[in-house]
């Protein structure tokens, strides 16, 4: 399993009400409401964001409330990977349980910049970053959560049981 694209960062502490504002949370439509993703601090991210492209951060990303609109709008954005320090663990437990891949790795969370091109190989754990020709290495997922995000969620992989 492997994830390929252009680099959108992001600093520390990003909670979910940058993430989503909440006043978009009556929004239904998976698309609509992701139309709204990082609006408050990223005016233009919607409008950049490509398929598989890799949203990179610095610590505590994901922090603020539990709700699972954060990781969902990040997914339903095109992100393929979302890259940081450390998550909020909250956050990285909703990403896990709709299939959106996070991986944690303080040096690439350093190192890569807005625009870098970024692959990533979630069996192994390796961040190759092919503008700055570098790797940095993060713990690979563990086969039942590389399960969960192959199926698209936890609700999907206990239905594939």
Known sequence: MKAHGIV????????????????YLNILDRKELASHCMEDIDKDFIQNVKPGDVMVARSNFGCGSSREHAPLVIKESGISVVIAATFARIFYRNAINIGLPILECPEASEKIEAGDDVEVDFDTGVITNHTKNETYQAQPFPNFIKEIITAGGLLNSIKNR
């Open 8 to 23: 959108h960062k992001y600093g520390d502490n990003v909670d979910t009400d940058v993430i989503i504002p909440a006043r």
